[in-house]
């Protein structure tokens, strides 16, 4: 049965169509391809939010032709060192989209993509390759259920009646899902390192987030805040903010099933306040420690495309200390605010210590913003600075929106308290 549910198997990915890509993730890395400022860190960040993307990648780096050349075989950023722009640029032009409303109605794959989420937050300093861990870890379900549906579907019923997921797999396709996942693992040629993360047997903090998000994702999927937190708390992964992990899980849950949102549904503000409760009970240490506590969930409750923090450093430019967002790593290395005075909307908050929002930034002439400033944030259609001050302005948190976003009164001063909590890390 084995070797016949792995021939049909393989015929049936040979001619169907491929999983698809987000259509929102691919216009994003279309973006950044095109840009010839945006880093290889920009596109590796693109390509692992996506199974589609990070399978053909690393596909394609670990076949026969490019192998050879290849030095870190399960890496993205290591497979775009050979493959160049010019070979992502054919890969993304060659996959199937799927968008957001399509996506939401395929809950495998959506589960997948959100336990690829779940592990870039759990361990933010290796986010790219729990990605791809966890984009792998359950390789052999996604395709099953794609592929063969109505082994799937038989698979599922004997698993409500009783059955534990691999004597349900076993009973119908001679093998555990998880098998299925490395004998696909081994026909695309993946690295040893990959198909140790599906067997169990890989690197130990990779292959327990992978683990933890996949049944995280499923639990949240079927809007089990609570079930879901009861596998954060029994995480053992050194240096993981589980406070900041359940809020991420709540509000996951929230948006995800609808039902339960009607329950609890609650406004941004009050989000918000929830948000500066918990971390001001919290001691943190470093200024950076606060930053990744509170934009993720500032980011995810109003929307943001970016939230950073400005520094002043001792020439009195201000730099950005800490952010959440995409191509956070350029934004360090370029958003920059002069030590001199100018009259840009970013200055007059240094200078006057006064709030700023401005909601249509195609209204302002470009000496009101920052020296490169459309070229690094093109998309940005809106953005709030507020000061960080006790004696002088030395610091600032900022955020953008790339979308339409109307920012009432009650959630301005909800963003103000939470900035507030930064004070104690800047001189007086």
Same mark, same amino acid.
């Given at each position: 049965?084995?070797?016949?549910?792995l021939?049909r198997?393989?015929?049936?990915m040979?001619t169907?169509?491929?999983?698809p890509a987000?259509?929102?993730?691919?216009?994003?890395?279309?973006?950044?391809?095109?840009d010839?400022k945006? /880093?290889?860190?920009?596109?590796v960040s693109?390509?692992?939010?996506?199974?589609?993307l990070?399978?053909?990648?690393?596909?394609?780096?670990?076949?026969?032709?490019? @192998?050879?050349?290849?030095?870190?075989h399960?890496?993205?950023a290591?497979a775009?060192?050979?493959?160049? =722009?010019?070979g992502?640029?054919?890969?993304v032009?060659?996959?199937?989209?799927?968008?957001?409303?399509?996506?939401?109605e395929?809950s495998n794959?959506?589960k997948?993509l959100?336990a690829?989420?779940?592990?870039?937050?759990?361990?933010v300093?290796?986010?790219?390759d729990a990605? $791809?861990? =966890?984009?792998m870890?359950?390789? /052999?379900?996604?395709?099953?259920?794609?592929?063969?549906p109505?082994e799937?579907?038989r698979?599922?019923?004997?698993?409500a009646?009783?059955k534990?997921?691999?004597?349900?797999?076993?009973?119908?396709?001679?093998?555990?899902?998880?098998?299925?996942?490395?004998e696909?693992?081994?026909r695309?040629?993946?690295p040893?390192?990959?198909c140790?993360?599906?067997?169990?047997?890989?690197d130990?903090?990779?292959t327990a987030?992978?683990r933890?998000?996949?049944?995280?994702?499923?639990?949240?999927?079927?809007?089990?805040s609570?079930?879901?937190?009861?596998l954060?708390?029994?995480?053992n992964?050194?240096?993981v903010?589980?406070s900041k992990?359940?809020?991420?899980v709540?509000?996951?849950?929230?948006?995800?099933n609808?039902?339960?949102?009607?329950?609890?549904?609650?406004?941004?503000?009050?989000e918000?306040?929830?948000?500066?409760?918990v971390?001001?009970k919290?001691?943190?240490?470093k200024?950076?420690?606060?930053?990744?506590?509170?934009?993720?969930?500032?980011a995810?409750?109003l929307?943001?495309?970016?939230?950073l923090?400005?520094?002043m450093?001792?020439?009195?430019?201000?730099?950005?200390r800490? /952010?959440?967002?995409?191509?956070?790593?350029?934004?360090?290395?370029r958003f920059?605010?002069?030590?001199?005075?100018?009259?840009?909307?970013?200055?007059a908050?240094?200078?006057?210590? $006064?709030?700023?929002?401005?909601d249509?930034?195609?209204?302002?002439?470009p000496s @009101?913003?920052?020296? /490169?400033?459309r070229?690094?944030?093109p998309?940005?259609?809106?953005?709030?600075v507020?000061p960080i001050?006790?004696?002088?302005?030395?610091?600032l948190?900022?955020?953008d929106?790339?979308?339409?976003? =109307?920012?009432?009164r009650s959630?301005?001063?909800a963003?103000?308290k939470?900035?507030n909590?930064?004070?104690p890390f800047f001189?007086?």
């Amino acid at each position: 049965m084995r070797e016949k549910t792995l021939e049909r198997l393989f015929d049936a990915m040979q001619t169907g169509k491929g999983v698809p890509a987000q259509e929102a993730t691919v216009n994003s890395l279309l973006h950044s391809l095109k840009d010839a400022k945006n /880093g290889k860190g920009a596109l590796v960040s693109h390509v692992v939010e996506d199974f589609a993307l990070t399978q053909k990648v690393l596909k394609l780096a670990n076949s026969a032709m490019y @192998a050879p050349f290849v030095t870190d075989h399960d890496s993205v950023a290591g497979a775009l060192d050979i493959l160049g =722009t010019d070979g992502l640029l054919h890969i993304v032009l060659s996959t199937d989209l799927i968008s957001d409303e399509e996506l939401a109605e395929d809950s495998n794959l959506s589960k997948t993509l959100l336990a690829s989420e779940l592990a870039r937050n759990v361990l933010v300093d290796r986010s790219d390759d729990a990605s $791809v861990a =966890t984009l792998m870890v359950d390789l /052999g379900r996604l395709m099953i259920t794609r592929y063969l549906p109505d082994e799937a579907t038989r698979i599922d019923t004997a698993v409500a009646s009783g059955k534990s997921n691999d004597a349900a797999a076993t009973a119908v396709l001679g093998l555990t899902l998880q098998q299925v996942g490395i004998e696909i693992a081994k026909r695309w040629n993946l690295p040893q390192s990959i198909c140790a993360i599906i067997d169990g047997s890989g690197d130990p903090g990779l292959t327990a987030v992978a683990r933890f998000s996949s049944a995280a994702s499923a639990l949240i999927l079927a809007g089990n805040s609570e079930g879901a937190q009861v596998l954060v708390a029994a995480l053992n992964v050194p240096g993981v903010d589980k406070s900041k992990i359940n809020a991420l899980v709540e509000r996951k849950v929230q948006a995800i099933n609808p039902r339960v949102k009607t329950i609890k549904e609650a406004t941004a503000e009050a989000e918000l306040v929830k948000l500066f409760d918990v971390i001001a009970k919290e001691n943190r240490g470093k200024v950076e420690d606060l930053a990744a506590a509170m934009f993720p969930a500032l980011a995810d409750t109003l929307k943001t495309a970016h939230c950073l923090l400005f520094m002043m450093t001792r020439t009195g430019e201000f730099r950005v200390r800490y /952010g959440y967002g995409k191509g956070i790593d350029e934004l360090k290395l370029r958003f920059r605010l002069s030590a001199e005075f100018k009259p840009t909307a970013f200055h007059a908050v240094i200078k006057n210590n $006064v709030d700023v929002s401005i909601d249509d930034t195609s209204r302002l002439k470009p000496s @009101a913003l920052p020296d /490169g400033y459309r070229e690094l944030l093109p998309h940005v259609k809106k953005f709030v600075v507020l000061p960080i001050a006790n004696e002088r302005v030395s610091g600032l948190v900022y955020c953008d929106w790339d979308l339409e976003r =109307t920012l009432d009164r009650s959630e301005l001063a909800a963003m103000k308290k939470l900035r507030n909590l930064f004070l104690p890390f800047f001189p007086a």
